[in-house]
């Protein structure tokens, strides 16, 4: 896949262009990109960043990092992704306008879209202008149930399935490795510590079942209540793993909750109960 951040990065060919923030690229928006690849056109995907809402000062809890964003997009099919930076002066742009500087540039010749595609300043561009403008419009039904909103409740509730479903794939974690208090090395269980950025969606604090570089995970997410914590970790044991991650980015797949977290009477307890999280971790069955 080729990665662009400006029109003239990206060479000027016969394009079908999907254009959204595609925020996850959850089974709705790879319906859109695999529209584009059927046309037979250079599939081309247009996308923001940030995400217009956080622009416009909103808080959104993003579903997946840019860097996730384009490897999916990637594997979808795009040959091509340019990410347009969404600034005060690409919002200000008139359709006409975003039509002549991102589409016509590149060579669009079709332009992929879903329900409801808005488009330019004020949200006034949209399919029949496309079409003014002479845009071949492929249009792409909604993938009934699935939406950004309804995931990150999901995601919310732990409901980890339902997430799945909607998005093709399990949710997953996205973060670098960084020191933690080494307390899981203590009890045999040595885990990684994730630092996820502020702005990404997380799922409820509890245990789950995952995977993580080929190694299925046990997932701690929360403030460790067993030892009086505050402060919100991210914490994977990777099962029959060995090696040092610190630094390293660590894409943790979250298939299942397992269970609430807790403070035990003892540390021979937590113990005990991280060997039943571990089997059941073993068992657990990845959704999609």
């Not at 409801?116 to 006034?124: I, K």
Request: contains cysteine.
């Amino acid at each position: 896949m080729r990665l662009a951040h400006s029109p003239s990065q990206v060479e000027r060919q016969p394009r079908a262009v999907a254009i959204g923030t595609f925020d996850g690229v959850h089974r709705g928006h790879r319906a859109i990109v695999d529209a584009a690849v059927r046309t037979g056109l250079a599939p081309t995907v247009i996308t923001f960043d940030p995400h217009p809402r956080v622009a416009l000062g909103n808080h959104v809890e993003l579903i997946s990092t840019l860097e996730r964003r384009l490897e999916l997009l990637g594997d979808a099919g795009a040959e091509t992704v340019l990410v347009a930076s969404f600034t005060p002066e690409l919002m200000r742009l008139e359709p006409e306008e975003f039509v002549a500087s991102y589409l016509h540039a590149i060579g669009a010749q079709a332009v992929v879209v879903g329900e409801d595609f808005r488009f330019g300043r004020r949200r006034r561009g949209d399919a029949a202008l496309l079409r003014d403008l002479g845009l071949e419009v492929v249009p792409v039904p909604h993938v009934e149930g699935v939406s950004s909103t309804a995931i990150r409740a999901a995601v919310n509730e732990g409901l980890m399935a339902t997430a799945a479903a909607m998005l093709g794939r399990p949710y997953e974690v996205d973060g670098v490795v960084v020191p933690g208090d080494q307390r899981g090395s203590e009890l045999g269980y040595p885990t990684a510590n994730i630092a996820l950025d502020a702005q990404l969606l997380c799922p409820a604090h509890g245990v789950y079942a995952g995977a993580a570089l080929g190694h299925r995970a046990a997932l701690s997410i929360g403030t460790n209540p067993h030892y009086g914590g505050t402060e919100r970790r991210i914490e994977p044991y990777l099962l029959d793993f060995e090696g040092d991650l610190y630094g390293t980015r660590l894409v943790v797949e979250v298939w299942e909750k397992l269970r609430d977290q807790a403070a035990f009477e003892s540390e021979q307890a937590l113990i005990e109960q991280i060997a039943r999280d571990v089997e059941a971790t073993r068992a657990a069955v990845r959704p999609s």
